[in-house]
């Protein structure tokens, strides 16, 4: 009995809480034409929301990230291209702000750190192989004593 009275009593709170999900924003803006419309589906899915990180704007429910994409709503209709407004969020967030940072000397290590580090480990593996090989004694190098002794010895552990 009091586990049917639970199992209600979840329904109920589960049904009042479902519409709450529904009120989320959902950005409703107009535009002029379907190219400005890619446009702005392209900028915001291009630029990252300072605030979640790896997320877009686009994806994002952060507050800022619905700022972000009023301002680039706001600026489409004024006419700016996709370079200023790119650069208007550069100013105002830096290079963080892009998923593909621009080429620059700040983010030089950025872009070729990784092959740096593939160059570095490719030197270091051919120089540790290369000390190994050289390292190593090779039969050929041996007298004729030390291989008669190399092969006493190897004789007396196979009787062993």
């Known amino acids: 009995m009091r586990m049917s009275v639970f199992i209600q009593r979840s329904v109920i709170a ?10 989320a924003s959902i950005d409703t803006w107009e535009f002029d034409d379907p190219a400005q419309f890619d446009r702005y589906k392209t900028l915001t899915e291009e630029l990252r929301c300072p605030k979640c990180q790896n997320q877009n704007i686009a994806d994002s429910n952060a507050p800022i990230a619905n700022d972000l994409r009023a ?6 209709q004024t006419g700016q291209n996709n370079e200023q407004i790119v650069d208007f969020m550069l100013d105002r967030y830096g290079d963080f702000v892009l998923y593909k940072p621009r080429l620059s000397a700040g983010t030089l290590l950025l872009w ?3 092959l740096l580090f593939l160059v570095a480990g490719g030197v ?3 120089v540790i192989i290369r000390r190994n090989r050289q390292a190593s004694p090779q039969a050929d190098n041996l007298t004729a004593a ?3 002794r190399l092969k006493q010895l190897l004789e007396g552990r196979e009787s062993s």
Not at 14 to 23: Q, T
Not at 71 to 76: A, F, I, K, N, Q
Request: glycine share 8%.
């Open 124 to 126: 270091s593996l051919f």
């Open 112 to 114: 070729f750190g990784p």
């Open 14 to 23: 589960f049904c009042l809480l479902l519409p709450l999900g529904a009120s």
């Open 146 to 148: 030390e291989k008669d």
């Open 71 to 76: 301002e680039v709503y706001r600026m489409l």
